[in-house]
């Protein structure tokens, strides 16, 4: 199947952005719309146009899809580290730190608090999922095609 | 003590995902992993039973904001039962080699769904980790990926999703209903709701775990897939995940809507009655084994609905205690189903003796408190009901047993490994043991029945 230079091209150019979008929502969840889940879909959604447009070899020489098994096994880590960890110093699970009402470190406006950590490991689940996902169904239909 | 388990369990699921199950240093970790979230859940129960329930609230938020996980004394029995017998499952299938990379971290994500589920305080947090034991159920479903196992694994996924829908639009229901997700909340408030909506959501909750339970109307996937599924992975889904639908409707219907399982009661009744008959009469008339031990699974779930018609003290203890025994047989039965050997022969006995409720099998006392607790309500035609359906049990599983077991071998047959018949053996001596020293299961189950009826009050 091959796709116009136009698809080409938007595709391309789309990608950054929708990563970029994807990273936005990531940071400023907590305290603003959106959370990891939503930027996993949206960044996948980036990497989905990548597939369609130049096809699963271009695709995968372009990225490093074999990471995808490591990046979302590898979220899920992260998550459970953050739900758990507190308990090491005797706290509930899920324990924020800094807690409600302490000072919070600003980088520009982003905030640093655990919950970002923890949207970070389930971004990087579903993105990593959802990558992995398209790659085996682009692959099947490849095989199937040749 | 809660969140070790479950984040023992969880954490090593994920990190066995990433490793090749079919060596035999990752079922190790496995099996020694699940062993101590096991050990975890005994130390757990211990504390449950001596001191109360316990509760966690995440976050360290005040109850009612933040999400609760609670152990209490029934949801603490069926997470010790369901995750030993994924145990034994796993043990089974290790001394025989495991086939799959991801078998161990299947069992695990299964371990860790079902703790999560049997101790959380939470309807929403429930629905999730009943989806995490099940996407695990229906990816082990397939294990073997042969056609037959695909097979099985798409009926699964299929049927169950639906009850997975059902399920979320009742707890949508029940939050619509009471403007809370909280167990407890939900309990006191359910009350005051609107009683036709109530029993609507209590309808869809009772259907949506009759169809994980396979209960007569709901019954059509069990046989084949059980008959699909490698040995160790029907006693998983039949002795582990079909306590989702017990759990479930003591949970749901004993504790949240109790008025609505009252007025249900006949209803419990004559599909629970249906559900016996029906399955043991299928079960007479099924030539091979597994078939035969898939239809007794439709039929032994009928018992566990007509104690909770009962209802009261006595009928939901005696729900729970039919429940684990029921539980522990069918482990019994589907693992020895999968071997052969002499050892194996006489735990089959074991195991065809406590489904047909004889003495000194702990199944005995299944029959005795139902029909103890049939007498607390003074009906004759259970009485009667829990006999034949009794006799009839007794029948097939003799058959079964004389068609495997005594018929001479046409052809030359392998022993299997030794490890894995005195796997069986164990449990077989632990059903003999509880039959013969039944207070302690007869006291759990009194404890809780009384979890259900305080709503969880300490």
Request: charged share 10%.
């Given at each position: 199947?091959?796709?116009?230079?136009m698809?080409?091209?938007?595709?391309?150019v789309l990608?950054?952005?929708a990563?970029?979008?994807?990273?936005?929502?990531?940071?400023?969840?907590?305290a603003?719309?959106?959370?990891g889940?939503n930027a996993?879909?949206?960044a996948?959604?980036?990497m989905?146009l990548?597939?369609?447009?130049?096809?699963y070899e271009?695709a995968?020489?372009m990225?490093?899809v074999?990471?995808?098994?490591?990046?979302?096994?590898?979220?899920?880590?992260l998550?459970?580290?953050v739900?758990?960890?507190p308990?090491?110093w005797?706290?509930?699970i899920f324990t924020?730190?800094?807690?409600?009402g302490?000072?919070?470190?600003h980088?520009g406006?982003?905030?640093?608090i655990?919950p970002?950590?923890?949207?970070?490991?389930?971004?990087?689940?579903?993105?990593g999922?959802?990558?992995?996902?398209?790659?085996?169904l682009a692959?099947?239909?490849?095989?199937?095609?040749? | 003590m809660?969140?070790?388990t479950?984040?023992?369990t969880w954490?090593l699921?994920?990190l066995?995902?990433?490793?090749d199950g079919?060596k035999h240093p990752?079922?190790?970790?496995?099996?020694?992993g699940l062993?101590?979230?096991?050990?975890g859940l005994?130390?757990?129960?211990w504390?449950v039973?001596?001191n109360?329930?316990?509760?966690?609230?995440?976050g360290?938020?005040?109850p009612?904001?933040?999400i609760?996980?609670?152990?209490d004394?029934?949801?603490?029995?069926?997470a010790?039962?369901?995750?030993g017998?994924?145990?034994?499952a796993?043990?089974y299938?290790a001394?025989?080699g495991?086939e799959?990379?991801?078998?161990?971290?299947?069992?695990?994500f299964?371990?860790?769904g079902?703790t999560g589920?049997?101790?959380t305080?939470?309807?929403?947090?429930?629905?999730?980790f009943?989806?995490?034991?099940?996407?695990?159920?229906?990816?082990?479903?397939?294990y073997g990926?042969?056609?037959?196992?695909?097979?099985?694994?798409f009926i699964?996924?299929?049927?169950?999703l639906?009850?997975s829908?059902?399920?979320?639009?009742?707890?949508?229901a029940?939050y619509?209903l009471?403007?809370t997700?909280d167990?407890?909340?939900?309990?006191e408030?359910?009350a005051?709701a609107?009683?036709n909506a109530?029993?609507?959501?209590?309808v869809a909750?009772?259907v949506?775990?009759s169809?994980?339970?396979?209960?007569f109307?709901?019954h059509?996937w069990?046989?084949a897939?059980y008959?699909?599924?490698?040995?160790s992975?029907?006693?998983?889904?039949s002795?582990?995940l079909?306590?989702i639908?017990s759990?479930?409707?003591?949970?749901f219907g004993?504790e949240?809507?109790?008025?609505e399982?009252?007025?249900?009661a006949t209803?419990?009744?004559v599909l629970?009655?249906?559900?016996?008959?029906?399955?043991?009469l299928?079960?007479?008339?099924?030539r091979?084994?597994?078939e035969?031990?898939?239809?007794?699974?439709?039929?032994?779930?009928?018992?566990?609905?007509?104690?909770?018609g009962?209802?009261?003290?006595?009928g939901f203890a005696?729900?729970?205690v039919y429940?684990?025994?029921?539980?522990?047989?069918?482990?019994?039965?589907?693992?020895?189903?999968?071997?052969?050997?002499?050892?194996?022969?006489?735990a089959?006995?074991?195991?065809?003796?406590?489904?047909?409720?004889?003495?000194?099998?702990?199944?005995?006392?299944?029959?005795?408190?139902l029909?103890?607790?049939s007498?607390?309500?003074?009906?004759v035609?259970?009485v009667?009901?829990?006999?034949?359906?009794?006799?009839?049990?007794?029948?097939?599983s003799?058959?079964?047993?004389?068609?495997?077991?005594?018929?001479?071998?046409?052809?030359?047959?392998?022993?299997?490994?030794?490890t894995a018949?005195l796997?069986?053996?164990?449990v077989?001596?632990?059903l003999?043991?509880?039959?013969?020293?039944?207070?302690?299961?007869?006291?759990?189950?009194?404890r809780a029945?009384?979890?259900v009826?305080?709503?969880?009050?300490?």
């Amino acid at each position: 199947m091959k796709t116009s230079v136009m698809t080409r091209v938007v595709a391309r150019v789309l990608l950054v952005p929708a990563l970029v979008v994807a990273l936005a929502i990531l940071i400023k969840g907590y305290a603003d719309t959106g959370d990891g889940f939503n930027a996993g879909v949206i960044a996948a959604l980036g990497m989905l146009l990548q597939y369609v447009a130049f096809g699963y070899e271009e695709a995968e020489r372009m990225m490093p899809v074999r990471l995808v098994a490591v990046i979302a096994f590898g979220g899920l880590l992260l998550s459970l580290a953050v739900a758990l960890l507190p308990l090491f110093w005797g706290l509930a699970i899920f324990t924020h730190v800094p807690g409600p009402g302490e000072e919070v470190i600003h980088l520009g406006t982003v905030e640093l608090i655990t919950p970002v950590v923890f949207d970070i490991g389930v971004f990087m689940l579903v993105f990593g999922f959802a990558v992995g996902a398209i790659d085996l169904l682009a692959r099947a239909i490849h095989r199937r095609e040749t | 003590m809660i969140v070790f388990t479950l984040g023992l369990t969880w954490t090593l699921a994920v990190l066995l995902s990433l490793l090749d199950g079919r060596k035999h240093p990752v079922g190790g970790i496995a099996l020694g992993g699940l062993a101590a979230g096991f050990a975890g859940l005994l130390v757990l129960g211990w504390e449950v039973f001596t001191n109360g329930p316990v509760t966690m609230v995440a976050g360290g938020w005040p109850p009612g904001v933040g999400i609760t996980l609670r152990a209490d004394a029934l949801g603490v029995t069926f997470a010790v039962l369901s995750v030993g017998v994924i145990l034994i499952a796993l043990a089974y299938e290790a001394v025989s080699g495991i086939e799959s990379r991801t078998f161990p971290a299947l069992a695990m994500f299964m371990a860790a769904g079902l703790t999560g589920l049997f101790l959380t305080g939470d309807a929403f947090n429930f629905y999730v980790f009943f989806e995490i034991a099940m996407i695990a159920a229906y990816a082990l479903t397939g294990y073997g990926e042969r056609a037959r196992q695909l097979r099985a694994a798409f009926i699964f996924a299929v049927v169950n999703l639906l009850g997975s829908v059902l399920f979320l639009i009742g707890v949508g229901a029940l939050y619509h209903l009471t403007g809370t997700l909280d167990m407890r909340m939900i309990a006191e408030r359910v009350a005051a709701a609107q009683p036709n909506a109530a029993l609507l959501t209590a309808v869809a909750i009772f259907v949506a775990f009759s169809l994980k339970l396979g209960l007569f109307p709901f019954h059509y996937w069990l046989p084949a897939v059980y008959t699909g599924v490698r040995p160790s992975v029907a006693a998983m889904l039949s002795g582990a995940l079909a306590n989702i639908g017990s759990y479930g409707l003591l949970r749901f219907g004993g504790e949240l809507l109790p008025q609505e399982l009252e007025m249900g009661a006949t209803a419990l009744f004559v599909l629970g009655t249906t559900s016996i008959i029906y399955g043991a009469l299928q079960a007479v008339s099924r030539r091979t084994m597994t078939e035969v031990l898939a239809y007794s699974a439709i039929g032994q779930v009928g018992y566990i609905l007509i104690a909770l018609g009962i209802g009261g003290p006595v009928g939901f203890a005696a729900a729970v205690v039919y429940a684990i025994i029921n539980s522990l047989n069918k482990l019994l039965l589907f693992l020895a189903a999968g071997l052969r050997g002499w050892m194996v022969g006489a735990a089959f006995a074991v195991g065809a003796f406590s489904v047909a409720g004889v003495p000194p099998a702990a199944g005995f006392l299944g029959k005795l408190v139902l029909f103890q607790a049939s007498l607390a309500v003074e009906s004759v035609a259970l009485v009667a009901l829990i006999f034949i359906g009794g006799a009839l049990s007794f029948v097939y599983s003799f058959q079964i047993y004389q068609r495997v077991f005594w018929k001479p071998q046409a052809r030359a047959y392998k022993i299997s490994p030794s490890t894995a018949r005195l796997l069986v053996a164990g449990v077989a001596g632990l059903l003999l043991f509880a039959g013969a020293w039944p207070e302690p299961l007869l006291a759990l189950g009194q404890r809780a029945a009384a979890a259900v009826l305080l709503g969880g009050a300490p």
